[in-house]
């Protein structure tokens, strides 16, 4: 296998600053369309369909839940220029250099459920829709996002900026006839409230943009270092919080008004009532989108997996071994998304179950970042277990493994599971994940009160002579 030029060479390693070639203003635009998709719809299908609620109850919590899990997503962002390297290997700070593999197992189940969910999705709409054999697309998809993964972070950037204006202004005609009355459907908006519902609705969109938090320094660790903390943070919180903002009610309203559970034909039946042909346009670029978003998923699970096999043992991150392990990815999620047919329950437990287990983990590295160590850290220091941060940090796994048993008694998983505390006196509400975020990140901060940045400052001072005479990180 040749080292084509056009794929990018770094992944786990640092970015000098001679190569940070991003631009700030690409970051808005991007989480916008990496979240401008069918998967997005789909969360607002659930309110009606899943939860019982009606299309301004979904709307309103869904949006809610958008609005506090983008804001913990969005300060992840700042941590990208700073260091110059994807989100997770920064976490061995908190977690230690092999400590971490507990942190990227549940990164690494994020990554792949989201392409699985995203594969039965394409299938089925795709199937009901022009009748494509359910195999085909599996198989389809599964080849284009995993080749745009492996070009890497220039081409996910490309793909969406194309796409971007290409879906804007259709998804504006479709937006102001289902506003104004012509979206079709005659269907009665026939929800009620119930706290369960609504507070499982607004956990579903929490956990939706929560979930990218590590993801976001992927694609921002090509921004020049001086890049103002706040200008990358308000980038990205708008970018990713405005299109499920937008969709999420047209996704309950299609739940709603026209009955149906799937994102697809409901983008496509709406679509065509508006204008005959408008619905198929659609519907080819929200697949699209998606394919684009599975091959973004695809990247930040390759640089999981690499950073997962370099704790244990120091990998050499060739373009060799990122195009491998992205194909071995992409058979796993093609097989498990090839066997799942229900979307609707996929994307509905899929999302709670990545909230709780990454809950705790944000909770821990936004606390380091901003609070005790703000945002100081020796870059060469993460690439050895011999560093500073050394091979395990018990404080952090401890706090880590914490926010995770603290959720069970908490935990509501449709009707698979629920936690005998949410079951016997909070009837059912599900506010595991923000207890595990309290006493992950709360115990986290009381337990590194006694740390001394000070105590680490000869360690960053030779970190930074290392990089700047060598260029490499190792």
């Known amino acids: ?166 879906s804007l202004p259709l998804w504006l005609v479709l937006t102001v006839a289902i506003a104004t009355g012509n979206g079709g459907g005659g269907g009665g908006d026939a929800g009620a409230f119930t706290w369960a519902g609504f507070l499982g609705m607004f956990a579903v969109g929490a956990s939706y943009n929560l979930t990218y938090a590590p993801y976001v320094s992927d694609y921002s660790r090509y921004l020049p270092r001086d890049t103002k903390p706040a200008s990358i943070v308000v980038s990205v919180f708008v970018g990713a919080s405005a299109s499920p903002i937008w969709l999420i009610p047209v996704g309950a309203w299609l739940g709603a008004k026209l009955g149906v559970s799937d994102a697809l034909a409901g983008i496509y039946a709406s679509g065509n009532h508006v204008v005959a042909g408008l619905g198929g346009v659609l519907t080819v670029l929200s697949v699209l989108v998606l394919v684009v978003t599975m091959g973004l998923n695809a990247y930040s699970g390759m640089l999981t997996v690499v950073t997962a096999a370099d704790s244990l043992r120091p990998v050499n991150p060739t373009r060799r071994l990122r195009v491998v392990v992205i194909l071995v990815l992409a058979v796993v999620w093609w097989i498990l998304g090839s066997v799942l047919e229900n979307a609707s329950a996929a994307l509905s437990d899929s999302l709670l179950v990545m909230l709780y287990l990454l809950a705790p983990w944000t909770a821990i590295n936004l606390t380091d970042y901003f609070f005790v160590r703000r945002g100081h850290y020796a870059i060469t220091d993460l690439f050895t277990p011999k560093g500073i941060y050394g091979a395990w940090n018990g404080k952090g796994i401890l706090c880590l493994l914490l926010g995770v048993l603290v959720e069970i008694p908490f935990v509501v998983v449709g009707t698979d599971y629920v936690g005998f505390l949410a079951e016997d006196y909070l009837h059912g509400v599900d506010i595991s994940w923000i207890i595990s975020m309290a006493v992950a990140g709360g115990l986290y901060f009381l337990l590194t009160r006694g740390l001394d940045p000070g105590s680490e400052a000869d360690a960053i001072q030779e970190s930074e002579r290392l990089l700047t005479d060598t260029g490499v990180a190792r």
Not at 97 to 126: C, H, P, Q, S, W
Not at 138 to 157: K, R, S
């Open 1 to 166: 296998m040749t080292e084509s030029s056009a794929i990018e060479k770094r992944s786990i390693d640092w970015v000098p600053d001679t190569e940070r070639h991003g631009k700030l203003w690409t970051q808005g635009p991007f989480w916008f369309m990496g979240n401008f998709q069918p998967f997005t719809v789909g969360i607002g299908l659930l309110g009606p369909t899943a939860f019982g609620l009606t299309v301004g109850q979904t709307a309103l919590a869904g949006v809610l839940g958008i609005l506090l899990g983008t804001g913990f997503m969005a300060f992840h962002a700042s941590q990208g220029p700073n260091f110059g390297l994807p989100q997770m290997i920064q976490s061995r700070a908190q977690f230690g250099y092999r400590g971490v593999i507990l942190a990227l197992v549940a990164t690494a189940f994020t990554f792949v459920m989201f392409n699985v969910v995203d594969v039965v999705i394409l299938k089925r709409g795709l199937s009901g829709i022009f009748g494509w054999d359910p195999a085909v697309v599996a198989i389809g998809c599964t080849v284009l996002a995993a080749v745009i993964a492996i070009y890497g972070h220039d081409w996910l950037h490309r793909a969406f900026q194309i796409l971007f204006w290409a």
